[in-house]
């Protein structure tokens, strides 16, 4: 066990007995928040989504795998493609199969697990980011039967 793992174990044992309060405090909170955006049912027979629920369970994952990763040898970190660089498969999962080109907007950000070795950091895609690639773009402005305002264009280079 190395210095970070032991630190990450002692703050899990100090929050532990908090962890469960706010945990159902957030849920609460949450809920209330979301379920006036749910649909409406017509339907006066059917039951009641159960949005408490789902975010409990939702809740529930996120505090278990922070607890972990607390513990955990690694490192975690998040990352995000910019605008303009051209994904690889195992780095990128992309909202359309059948769009091209480069990244045009990272829409949720990725997560790796950085590791060493005896060596060298190696980096571990846990998950993907998500992104939409050019093609999107050009799509909406050809839906839309219109053009790019060319004077809020600004030229980069990469």
Same mark, same amino acid.
């Given at each position: ?34 379920? #006036? ?13 159960? %949005?408490?629920? +789902?975010? @409990? =369970? *939702? ?49 949720? #950000? ?13 980096? %571990?895609?846990? +998950?993907? @980011? =998500? *992104? ?27």
């Amino acid at each position: 066990m190395n210095i970070r793992q032991a630190l990450g174990r002692a703050q899990l044992s100090e929050t532990e007995e908090f962890q469960t309060a706010i945990k159902n405090q957030l849920v609460e909170q949450l809920g209330d928040v979301l379920k #006036p955006l749910l649909p409406r049912s017509h339907d006066h027979l059917a039951r009641p989504y159960d %949005i408490h629920r +789902v975010v @409990a =369970n *939702v809740t529930d994952l996120a505090v278990k795998i922070a607890n972990a990763m607390t513990q955990e040898q690694a490192i975690f970190r998040s990352f995000f493609l910019i605008s303009g660089y051209q994904p690889t498969e195992a780095e990128a999962s992309v909202t359309n199969a059948e769009q091209t080109g480069n990244v045009f907007m990272c829409t949720f #950000p990725g997560f790796y697990k950085k590791v060493r070795d005896e060596k060298q950091d190696h980096n %571990i895609i846990m +998950v993907k @980011a =998500n *992104v939409d690639l050019e093609s999107r773009l050009r799509e909406e402005v050809v839906r839309k039967g219109g053009g790019l305002p060319t004077d809020h264009v600004r030229q980069t280079d990469h």
